[in-house]
C-alpha cells in the first residue's frame, strides 16, 4: 500500500474499533461476488453526529439490476423510500428510461420527489437519439461507462477526440457528455497516467467526467491529489467502498476500507456536485444493502 493511497483508507485506530472479516464466494453464473461482515462499527467509524454534509445523494441503478427490470417503477418508489433523492440510470434491456416514454420517466420521477440526473449508456451509437431521449427526461448528463484499457498512448489520445465530438452532439440536444473511470485509466502507461490524457486532451465545456472513488483507490492513484489537480473537471462521482483482499471489490458503505468522511469533503471542495452511490457486490439482500448505504449516507458528516 502506498503513502497515498493510505491517506484516504481508514486509519488502523478505525479499522480496531472492530474486526473485519470478509469471505468470498460464488453465486454462480455471471452473478457477483458476495462479501460478509462481522463488523456492525463500520457506519460509526466513517461518520459523526450532525447534519449530514451531502442530504441529496443519488443511487446509481445499476446497484439493483437483479430486480429492477421486472417491475422499475416499484423499485425506484422503494429506493425513494429509503431517501436516496437522486437517481442515476443505465442502458439496461429496456433502455434507460426502463420502459418507459421521456416525458412519462420525469413525470414518474416527480411524482417520488427524485431527480433523474444521468445515465451510463454505449454512446459509441445512436447518441442522437440517447442524447435527445435523455434531454426530454430532464437528465442533466450522458455518460460512457467504459471504454476499456488502451494499447498505446496515441489510442487514449484518440478516444480524448472521440469525446470531444460526443460532446458536441450532446450539447446540441441540451444535454452534458462524460465518461466514468475504471481503475485502468488510473495505471500508468508508458511513463503517463490516460485519465490525466483524457483530461488534458478533452475541451471542458464539452466533456465532463464522473470520478469512481472505488477505483482511482484500487488503482493505488492518490485521489486527493488528483481532485486537487483537476480541480472542476468532475462533475460527479461514485461512492464505492472497496474491499481489496484477496481481490477488489464492492461491499455496504462503512464496511470497507475508503474513508469517504475525508474524501468527499475534498471532492465537494474540488468541484463535485453530483454524489452518487454504486455498489456491485452485496453481503445480503441487494435492498438491505442499498438501505444500509442509505442510512450511511444520512450519518455522513465531513472530517
Known sequence: MTYNRRLFLKSAGAAAAGTLV?????????KDKTS??????????AATSGAPSIPDFGLQLYSVRDI???D???????????GYKKVESYAGDKGFLWGMKPKEFKAYMDELGMTIVSTHADTTKDLEKTAAEAAEAGLS?????YIGAQKTLDEWNKRAEEFNKRGEICQKAGIKFGYHN???SFKVQDGKIPQELLLDN???????????????????????AHLKKYAGRYDLCHIKDLVSKPEHHSTDLGKGE???????????DSGITQFIVEQEEYPGPVLTSIGNDAEYMKKLVFK
Open 36 to 45: 460478509e461482515s462481522a463488523d456492525s462499527t463500520g457506519l460509526a467509524s
Open 182 to 184: 475504471h481503475d485502468y
Open 22 to 30: 470478509f469471505s468470498i464466494s460464488s453465486c454462480g453464473g455471471s
Open 141 to 145: 448528463y450522458v455518460l460512457q461507462p
Open 258 to 268: 475508503i474513508d469517504f468522511a475525508s474524501l468527499l469533503k475534498v471532492a465537494s
Open 68 to 70: 429492477i427490470g421486472a
Open 72 to 82: 422499475p417503477k416499484g423499485v425506484l418508489k422503494q429506493i425513494a423510500d429509503l
Open 202 to 224: 478533452t475541451d471542458k465545456s464539452l466533456v465532463h467526467f464522473e470520478l469512481d472513488l472505488m477505483w482511482i483507490v484500487a488503482a493505488g492513484a492518490d485521489p486527493v
